[in-house]
């Protein structure tokens, strides 16, 4: 098939994709939308099926581990299903008298998302369920190794969509192996775009002309200051690093930690499962042979990225992850950045100023805006970073990749997507959710006057100045 017939292919699915959302849209309700929902959900998470995507992403990318991704399946649908169970969003879902405004809920129209090959299952679901929700059809963009497990996803949404009755046509994928022709003629015709991934897919996303959601780099970057408990501190940074073989844009890939803790903190770490390495340049020749990360490091399991690092006789059978000291930031520091594996760059500062400026200036090299990790019992330190540090979230005693996205023990809503803000590059500063895939319409009628006197505005001002 060349490009032409390729172009013509994804121009037929968005035309079937706009004319099932059309019959969607006229003929729904809140429960219909709800029962697509539960329906795409449950595709997801039924246990066979969960089980099955999990061992399918693992086997087609080489990506992650398998229990992770049943874990990250169900947890994160689970998370979502219960955040959007109560939203409105159909019909007239807010009506305020004192106005005299009404708000309909109204649907995007066609959604397309573009997904990556870390999460090939659980992003796309979660894209799905928030697109059928607010009334919308959607078209799916996978990454070339990710095309199996979307393509079982969408067989399996299709299945429970059959249960109901429901239009297939309101979930599709570009078929086949991806392009970079196939996905640009999907960012031009579609009526919104979410964009998780590569970071080139979001800057043609951004450009494509078609309003755009999408979200920046992670590289999160984790404080450990003399108050915190130094035992919970390590375990949950290593839960947090290795779950899913640190897959997830959440997972700490720098830790600075305090002079007065810093060696008590090495040896929790250590009982963690954390290795401590002190030859910076050998974990950086070995992770960047080429210039490019290590494909046989990348998301693997901790015996397989040792084996693969040289490592393996060097350091305790039961390392989870390495922790390599260095000092170095930017592009000449490449473990400064996001490295995709079982290895978090370690720095030294002398106190929690210290920390915090070495902090800012390894996410103003690369995951600004994404977020940052805090371990602390003065919560006041929380509010420093925050109105400090280029970041959208600051992650508080909870394990990092965890909590970023949503957990049930913190009030962020579940998501495998996290806008950046201007920091990143991004139109949202907010955890991806159900309301981005949602517009209204505005009744708007006449009420009493509430003109101010001016003098009721300048009057504190030309008490300062002057009129």
Request: aromatic residues 6%; negative net charge; contains cysteine.
């Amino acid at each position: 098939m060349n490009v032409h017939d390729d172009l013509a292919e994804v121009d037929a699915i968005v035309a079937r994709a706009r004319h099932a959302q059309k019959a969607y849209e006229v003929g729904g309700s809140q429960t219909r939308y709800d029962r697509a929902a539960q329906a795409a959900a449950w595709a997801i998470m039924e246990p066979t099926r969960n089980r099955h995507l999990a061992e399918l992403a693992v086997e087609t990318t080489g990506l992650g581990n398998v229990p992770d991704k049943i874990t990250k399946n169900h947890r994160k649908t689970l998370g979502l299903m219960r955040d959007i169970a109560p939203a409105k969003t159909y019909g007239v879902i807010a009506d305020d008298p004192e106005t005299g405004i009404t708000e309909i809920a109204r649907p995007m129209g066609v959604i397309g998302a573009v997904v990556p090959s870390t999460n090939p299952a659980a992003t796309p679901a979660n894209n799905i369920i928030n697109a059928l929700k607010c009334g919308n059809a959607i078209v799916l963009s996978p990454s070339p190794k990710g095309v199996p497990a979307c393509e079982t996803l969408l067989k399996y949404v299709h299945a429970e969509f059959d249960k109901i009755g429901e239009d297939h046509d309101l979930v599709q994928m570009v078929p086949g192996k991806g392009s970079k022709e196939k996905t640009q003629r999907l960012l031009e015709t579609t009526d919104l775009i979410v964009v998780t991934g590569s970071q080139n897919n979001v800057k043609r996303a951004y450009t494509s002309g078609t309003p755009a959601l999408a979200v920046g780099a992670g590289n999160v970057t984790v404080i450990v200051d003399e108050t915190c408990d130094l035992k919970a501190a390590a375990e949950k940074i290593t839960a947090s690093k290795t779950f899913d073989n640190a897959t997830s844009c959440s997972s700490e890939n720098a830790i600075v930690a305090v002079d007065e803790i810093y060696d008590a903190f090495v040896a929790e770490l250590a009982q963690a499962g954390g290795a401590l390495v002190k030859d910076e340049d050998r974990i950086v020749r070995a992770l960047w042979p080429d210039g490019h990360l290590n494909r046989a490091v990348i998301a693997q399991d901790a015996d397989k990225m040792l084996q693969a690092l040289e490592l393996t006789q060097e350091v305790p059978a039961e390392t989870k992850f390495l922790v390599v000291e260095t000092s170095g930031i930017g592009h000449e520091h490449p473990l400064s950045g996001e490295k995709l594996s079982r290895v978090a760059a370690l720095y030294r500062a002398a106190d929690f100023s210290d920390a915090m400026t070495v902090a800012g200036k390894i996410l103003a090299y690369q995951g600004a805006g994404h977020s940052i990790g805090l371990h602390s019992r003065k919560d006041d330190r929380a509010l420093q970073l925050g109105t400090a540090i280029p970041t959208c979230r600051v992650i508080v005693n909870q394990a990092h990749c965890f909590a970023t996205g949503g957990a049930f023990n913190n009030g962020m809503p579940f998501s495998l997507s996290m806008g950046c803000g201007s920091w990143g590059g991004n139109s949202i500063d907010d955890n991806l959710h159900w309301r981005h895939f949602l517009q209204t319409t505005k009744v708007i009628r006449e009420i009493p006057p509430r003109e101010p006197e001016v003098a009721d505005i300048f009057g504190d001002y030309w008490e300062v100045a002057g009129q």
